[in-house]
């Protein structure tokens, strides 16, 4: 390690800290004399930093609320909705949606001897026809319009898996298509 008299840095120290070249300082009370210089030249530059021990959950506390103010991603107040990011977020809504509804009536449907309710395909067929017209087309709707588009872009994602379309044209123009399509084959299913 290098000596402050060897590099040539003790007239330097001595003259910083308002020494005398007369006068012989160690560098150490160079360092003190400077930063009392500083201290009284600038309050701003020191600053009392308090520090104190805490338990671990202490620390998840301060943690777990330092993460409840950062913001959403994509940071919903000032980016622009994105046909990407809207169609990203649909699809796995459409997804977990539809998924609920498989499992719900599966136990249902397994469950139904248990339970007593009558849930056999014949009482479920009987219960359908006696419901009105416009219930009938709204709950078809509800199921088709998300299973089309949920299952057109998943294609979309497989073809971009496959390495095409990774553009922001292409992607802008398969995401159209992928509407355009829901809208169509989801009112063909509509009525079928």
Same mark, same amino acid.
């Given at each position: 390690?290098?000596?402050?008299?060897?590099?040539?840095?003790?007239?330097?120290?001595?003259?910083?800290?308002?020494?005398?070249?007369?006068?012989i300082a160690t560098p150490a009370m160079a360092r003190s004399r400077l930063s009392a210089l500083a201290r009284r030249a600038s309050p701003m530059l020191t600053r009392s930093v308090q520090v104190q021990s805490m338990p671990p959950a202490g620390e998840s506390v301060i943690l777990n609320t330092q993460r409840l103010k950062r913001p959403?991603?994509?940071?919903?107040?000032?980016?622009?909705?994105?046909?990407?990011?809207?169609?990203?977020?649909f699809h796995r809504v459409t997804g977990v949606g539809l998924s609920l509804a498989l499992y719900a009536f599966a136990i249902g449907y397994l469950a139904s001897p248990v339970i007593g309710i009558p849930l056999d395909s014949a009482?479920?067929?009987?219960?359908?026809?006696?419901?009105p017209e416009?219930?009938? !087309?709204?709950?078809?709707?509800?199921?088709?319009?998300?299973?089309v588009?949920?299952? !057109?872009?998943?294609?979309?994602? !497989?073809v971009w898996d496959s390495g095409y379309f990774l553009t922001v044209k292409g992607a802008y123009s398969t995401g159209y298509?992928?509407?355009g399509l829901t809208a169509l084959l989801g009112t063909a299913v509509l009525f079928i």
């Open positions: 390690m290098f000596s402050t008299a060897v590099v040539g840095m003790r007239v330097g120290l001595r003259s910083a800290a308002g020494v005398s070249r007369m006068q959403s991603s994509p940071h919903f107040t000032i980016y622009q909705p994105q046909l990407t990011w809207v169609a990203s977020i009482s479920v067929v009987e219960f359908v026809h006696g419901l416009w219930f009938k !087309l709204t709950t078809k709707a509800i199921f088709a319009y998300p299973f588009f949920h299952s !057109l872009n998943g294609v979309r994602h !497989l298509t992928v509407l």
